[in-house]
């Protein structure tokens, strides 16, 4: 299985370590093309008009000025740079070597700076989102498009990949050879079920916990059914799975209102 997530908005920025290395993160293939965006962005981020361009208001300018040394700023593994909803409920800052070293295996990030990222490789915070347009680079979708699915694609290599991104994560990377299925959440209240944003996140992030700790790697999408559905009666209600005539699979994963 190959499970993709999307990083989070925060992210908590290493007090110390050496910076970033290319040559060290997963997929070497996407060095230049990390260091072609890095680069952008840290001369964006020192520009009159970088809040606009980065699409955030003046609470985050520190976060900005921070991406102007982002080549020198301290790095640390993705496990505990991005500390959002989904990963605080996977509990992956505290994921023990067993579980990181299948996770570096199994899990991607998606990101708009490093185009994908193991939960163990080193990586320093920074202020970037999928949605920008980064100078003459354009659109940051359309360019990891170009780029990521020969990577992933290869680390997928017909296995069953998870997708908990949001739509501008999934417009940078479309699984083409492997089994695709797509993770919602709704929630049930008074015999009614409705889609839910906040706690959808966390709810993936239960999931993704889940599968990393279940000694069953599910090959099809009735599998990964099967494997949720051993949430129900905690995090979970009920678990359904839809399939599509063209696009992925649909997994939805219910809790209770």
Do not use: F
């Not at 708009?112 to 939960?119: F, H, I, Q, R």
Request: charged letters at 20%.
């Amino acid at each position: 299985m190959l499970i993709l997530l999307p990083p989070s908005e925060g992210k908590t920025a290493p007090a110390a370590g050496d910076p970033v290395d290319l040559e060290a993160l997963s997929h070497a293939g996407l060095a230049p093309h990390r260091q072609r965006v890095a680069d952008a962005l840290a001369k964006v981020s020192g520009q009159r008009n970088a809040m606009d361009v980065l699409g955030v208001g003046a609470s985050l300018a520190g976060e900005v000025e921070r991406n102007r040394t982002v080549w020198d700023n301290p790095a640390a593994a993705s496990s505990t740079v991005y500390t959002g909803v989904l990963y605080d409920a996977a509990g992956m800052a505290d994921w023990d070597r067993a579980t990181l070293d299948k996770a570096a295996l199994h899990v991607r990030t998606v990101s708009a700076l490093w185009g994908a990222v193991s939960p163990a490789d080193r990586i320093p915070a920074y202020r970037l989102s999928m949605g920008t347009t980064l100078g003459r680079l354009g659109g940051l979708a359309t360019y990891w498009r170009r780029h990521l699915p020969a990577e992933l694609d290869a680390l997928a290599d017909g296995r069953l990949v998870i997708d908990c991104r949001s739509a501008s994560y999934v417009a940078a990377y479309r699984p083409t050879d492997s089994p695709w299925v797509t993770v919602s959440v709704q929630r049930e209240l008074n015999g009614r079920r409705a889609v839910v944003s906040h706690m959808a996140k966390h709810t993936r992030g239960l999931l993704t916990a889940h599968l990393l700790r279940d000694d069953a790697t599910p090959e099809t999408a009735q599998d990964l059914a099967d494997a949720a559905a051993g949430m129900v009666g905690e995090a979970l209600v009920d678990v359904t799975l839809a399939s599509k005539a063209k696009g992925p699979d649909e997994l939805t994963l219910v809790i209770a209102g």
